[in-house]
């Protein structure tokens, strides 16, 4: 091969072009931002329109469902769901993989501005947010200060949120909770009626005596003058002047008829931290930002912010993302680190020489540096994937160099000088490690391509796995001929034999030799039994594989607890909250390995839907108490177990209606969709038998002893007041009902009566009536109403004002009303949970007009399971392919395909013996398997055939090949292996997503490697009965 030509014969030009590539890759690698996950953008887009003081109902019918319509018919969508509440409306449109959804975003932008003029002029523009890893808050902060403190808004809003906005990587800085001044002006019924004035006329009024007018400019002389007309408002006293009307000869001021309050505005926002009441804000960084860095900075500054703010207010840290970083990555780091050096170790036990343990673990760090050079061009971070790509690789890039060494090695014994050894010894393998390496490569070039939020996941592993290994063959076919042609000497078997480790471990692998030799050639004249014996351990872990459950993505333990609970339908946000505070004190009592200060209460809704957003759950109703916890290895208990605690005094709340506890992270729930494990969808054109069905559903999901945490979206509904118009009588008295529900709006939710100004800030004037003028039916019908001729009618005298049932909450799935029942899974599998719940749905008597179909977790899982089932099959035959072409043969590599089946046997009981199930990650170990499995079988198979092509007979090929080969397949199995055991042995933050990928490796490779070294022998006798005959008959 040129390759090894020009790098032994050129050896300066060869060490300076690899240190360059040693100098980019460290350039790479000090800017490579550090996350938990790989950038995500998921083909999601969310639109949310806030629709103040409106009903669900009306939410669906004024904003839901015209925007559904409009949006429905977008191009690549996938599926459209959407939710109206009071207040607001959201719509998640799902688009197809490998959108370009920044372009679906412009799409659907240009769209909702043509829908505009179809919405109530009452309702906000839509916003739409895509949904992406940046989403995420990187920072939670509470801030207390004293209840009272006028100045809060701007303290926040001036000293801590402006400062933090112009920090390079900060994207949104989301408030909750925050008072927003505003001047009230409460209106008394009875005094309005008596003078004869309705709200909308004092609107009309304050607005026209508090404005600014330009009046031009005049010229005089040589100079210009601009006219000014100062009419604005600037104190309450001068709002309380205002002249209203002129009633009998007397000038009526808004003080007359009404309390003027400067005040903050209404919210049906909970806010309370260990500290007391305050205002929590989100801090988001912008998309491809390290999140290090802008937590670091954002602390930065934060200590800054601290020192030029009032006594009475302070600022503390309630979640960070960074700690889930660090920990995560350092713990892989770590066992990176680990494997490198026991990897070196098992290399010089096998070699006993320091120049060649040197040579072979050089091929490490230029490899792996490649994958720094890699990651920094195709903008990727350092996250859970990528490292895990390199520990995988790590125990494999030596595999190519050992080869080329050993084969080195050997010419020089033979008498050949090191310089031709090291051309001669490459060149011949060159082509065997080539095919051995296309062999890894087919299982995961598949990967690259594989949709959906794991494909996302394992992408930049498989690409970075694959890259590594190019790497490492072409490090392998020029550094490593290179350096063997300068270091290496022909043996001194004197020497060596000198050397106590030699004469020990010399021993060692000898008898291990004679063993194996002596049980391969048992197994040569016992094919039959050796066959039927492997079958049946085969048949045997199968069965006990069937006891093995199946699951979507581990549990990740990152720290956080939290509890979503409901109250009774119509509770107020303030009263939700006091019950959170309950939680906040049980947590408080249960949870000594608490992170103290991180307890935090969110009650209540936003009038702009922002808190579902970011993944939290929303109405006045719910309320969400978190928790952050210690490190896992700094705790006895899992936040699983800590969550199982808080479950069982849960139950010790009689205003809580419903819970669930999430033992994983909340920014996580946020990315992945707030999934439960189980949902049941049922969809149907009537609430009644929608809400029947699900609560049959829900009692079994309740009683069947296998889930927990059961909730749904069953709507019992809302109590509410009905205004029902009378058109003839409203009519008659010059009324129509946009009229009439405009003015009772006005008087009830309020109408802007124009802006306070304050040194330089402008503050809504709210006009509206008492809460004392507002409690009843009675005093709602008493609302003075101004018909078209001007004159004053009672709302009662026009409509019959009545109780009634609303909707709490509307749910629309391809433009048709659903309800869903979730639960979490309690000691069962999702997938044995799944098999029971289909069972049940199929057994149960749906209503006619009424679908059932079972989603969430398992509907992921299923759809990720048939991709890599997909990938699976295409890896075996693309293998295989590449087998086929390198022995010229469709025979020989079907021997060597036959031993990948029984990697189920390691597999299988691995998992058995550690408790694991079939997961995404455990899957995508078993299909690296294969590639890795096949080439202790290509090492054998390619031996045996050298040897035969020399002339030697069938068994005599085998048994040598058995017993020459098995030093190097020892060799690369353990290095593969060990360097798996620091990470399967983890037990940090992260454990749960990497430690089961190896041990499946683990698990599969060892037991896999003892099927090669014996059945793949059988075999290769079994296929050649005529050979074997001729040899019995001489």
């Not at 199968?542 to 199946?550: A, D, E, R, V």
């Not at 044995?832 to 899982?861: C, H, R, S, W, Y």
């Not at 022995?887 to 020989?892: A, G, T, Y």
């Amino acid at each position: 091969m040129k390759i090894t030509d020009i790098s032994v014969k050129r050896p300066v030009a060869t060490a300076m072009a690899f240190l360059a590539v040693l100098l980019f890759g460290i350039v790479s690698w000090q800017k490579l931002p550090l996350d938990i996950m790989p950038k995500m953008e998921l083909p999601t887009l969310t639109v949310i329109t806030a629709y103040p003081g409106a009903s669900a109902g009306e939410v669906e019918k004024q904003v839901t469902k015209p925007l559904e319509a409009l949006l429905a018919g977008a191009e690549n969508m996938k599926e459209i769901e959407s939710s109206s509440k009071e207040n607001v409306s959201f719509i998640s449109l799902q688009y197809r993989w490998k959108t370009d959804i920044t372009e679906a975003a412009n799409n659907v932008r240009d769209l909702i501005e043509l829908s505009k003029r179809h919405l109530p002029e009452e309702a906000h523009n839509p916003v739409i947010f895509k949904v992406n890893s940046s989403m995420l808050p990187v920072l939670v902060y509470g801030i207390n200060a004293d209840e009272n403190f006028q100045g809060i808004e701007n303290i926040i809003e001036d000293n801590i949120a402006s400062p933090i906005r112009k920090i390079e990587g900060v994207g949104t800085v989301i408030y909750l909770g925050q008072p927003q001044r505003e001047i009230k002006v409460t209106l008394n019924p009875a005094k309005i009626r008596a003078y004869n004035i309705s709200p909308t006329q004092i609107a009309t009024v304050l607005k026209a005596e508090n404005i600014k007018i330009p009046g031009g400019n005049i010229k005089t002389g040589d100079f210009d003058f601009s006219i000014d007309i100062p009419g604005e408002i600037n104190k309450t006293t001068d709002l309380a002047e205002i002249p209203i009307v002129n009633f009998n000869h007397k000038i009526i001021k808004l003080k007359d008829i009404a309390k003027i309050e400067d005040g903050f505005k209404e919210t049906d926002e909970y806010i309370r931290t260990e500290k007391g009441p305050g205002v929590a804000f989100m801090i988001q960084k912008q998309s491809g930002a390290n999140t290090l860095e802008v937590v670091n900075a954002v602390r930065s500054q934060m200590d800054e912010i601290r020192q030029d703010l009032p006594d009475d207010v302070e600022v503390f840290e309630i979640i960070s993302t960074d700690e889930v970083i660090t920990q995560s990555i350092g713990n892989l780091s770590e066992s990176l680190l680990y494997a490198f050096i026991i990897v070196i170790l098992v290399v010089f036990i096998f070699l006993r020489e320091w120049r060649s343990s040197i040579i072979v673990s050089l091929t490490i760090p230029f490899s792996l540096i490649v994958a720094f050079i890699t990651m920094y061009v195709l903008d990727y971070t350092i996250n859970i994937f990528s490292l895990i790509s390199l520990i995988i690789a790590i125990g494999m890039v030596v595999d190519n160099a050992i080869v080329i060494l050993e084969n080195i090695t050997k010419k020089i014994e033979e008498g050949l000088p090191p310089y031709k050894a090291a051309i001669e010894g490459a060149k011949e393998m060159g082509m065997a490690i080539s095919a051995s390496t296309a062999t890894t490569l087919m299982v995961f070039i598949p990967l690259i391509f594989m949709g959906g939020i794991v494909g996302i996941m394992f992408k930049q592993l498989a690409i970075l796995t694959s890259v590594t290994m190019i790497a490492s063959l072409i490090t392998s076919l020029s550094l490593t001929p290179m350096i063997s042609s300068r270091l290496l000497k022909k043996k001194n078997e004197k020497a060596e034999r000198k050397f106590s480790f030699f004469k020990w471990s010399e021993n060692i692998f000898v008898a291990i030799e004679s063993a194996y030799k002596k049980l391969l050639a048992w197994v040569i004249f016992h094919k039959s039994v050796t066959i039927l014996f492997v079958l049946a351990i085969l048949v045997l872990s199968i069965y006990t594989g069937k006891k093995i459950g199946s699951d979507y993505i581990p549990e990740f333990d990152a720290g956080d607890v939290t509890v979503v609970f409901e109250t009774e339908v119509g509770t107020r946000a303030d009263a939700t909250g006091k019950i959170g505070e309950k939680i906040a004190s049980i947590m408080q009592d249960e949870i000594p390995e608490r992170v103290p200060g991180s307890i935090a209460v969110i009650a209540g809704q936003t009038q702009d839907g922002i808190l579902s957003s970011v993944g939290f759950s929303e109405g006045k109703n719910v309320g969400t108490v978190m928790c952050h916890l210690e490190l896992p290895d700094e705790r006895e208990r899992s936040a699983k177990e800590i969550g199982e605690v808080l479950r069982a005094r849960l139950e010790e709340i009689p205003e809580i209606e419903r819970f669930h506890v999430s033992a994983g992270s909340i920014l996580s729930a946020a990315l992945l969709g707030n999934n439960k494990p189980i949902e049941v969808f049922l969809s149907g054109k009537h609430f009644e038998e929608l809400n029947s069905t699900a609560r049959s559903v829900e009692e079994y999901f309740e009683n069947c002893g296998y889930l927990t945490d059961v909730e749904s979206t069953i709507d019992n509904g809302k109590n509410q007041i009905e205004i029902h118009i009378d058109r003839k009588k409203a009519s008659a008295l010059g009324l129509n009902v946009a009229m009439v529900g405009m003015q009772v709006r006005q008087g009830i939710y309020g109408t802007d009566a124009g802006t306070l100004s304050d040194e330089g800030e402008d503050y809504d004037i709210t006009l509206m009536y008492g809460e004392d003028f507002k409690k009843d039916i009675t005093d709602i019908g008493n609302i003075q109403l101004t018909n078209l001729r001007g004159e004053k009618i009672t709302l009662s005298s026009v409509a019959d004002i009545r109780m009634g049932k609303g909707k709490l909450e509307i749910r629309r799935k391809s433009q048709q009303r659903y309800v869903v029942v979730k639960a979490n899974l309690d000691q069962i599998s999702l997938g044995e949970a799944a098999a029971n719940v289909n069972q049940f749905l199929a057994d149960f008597d749906l209503p006619e007009g009424v679908t059932a179909e079972i989603a969430g977790q398992v509907e992921n899982k299923d759809e990720s399971f048939g991709d890599l089932y997909l990938i699976f099959i295409l890896g075996i035959l693309l293998v295989y392919m590449v087998m086929a072409a390198q022995f010229e043969s469709f025979k020989h590599p079907l021997i060597i395909m036959l031993s990948v089946p029984f990697t189920a046997i390691g597999v299988i009981w691995a998992f058995a013996i550690t408790g694991l199930t079939l997961s995404v990650t455990t899957f995508i170990g078993i299909i690296m398997l294969i590639g890795i499995v096949v080439n202790n079988g290509i090492v054998l198979v390619d031996y045996i055939n050298q040897l035969r092509r020399k002339g030697a007979k069938l068994t005599d090929a085998v048994l040598e090949s058995g017993s020459s080969r098995l030093r190097p397949v020892l060799m690369t199995t353990l290095t593969t292996v060990c360097a798996m055991i620091p990470m399967a042995a983890s037990t940090g933050m992260g454990k749960e997503m990497f430690s089961p990928l190896g041990i499946t490796i683990i698990g599969g490779l060892l037991v896999s490697t003892l099927i090669t070294l014996l059945f793949v022998p059988a075999v290769y006798i079994a296929f050649h009965p005529n050979e074997l005959k001729k040899e019995k008959n001489k």
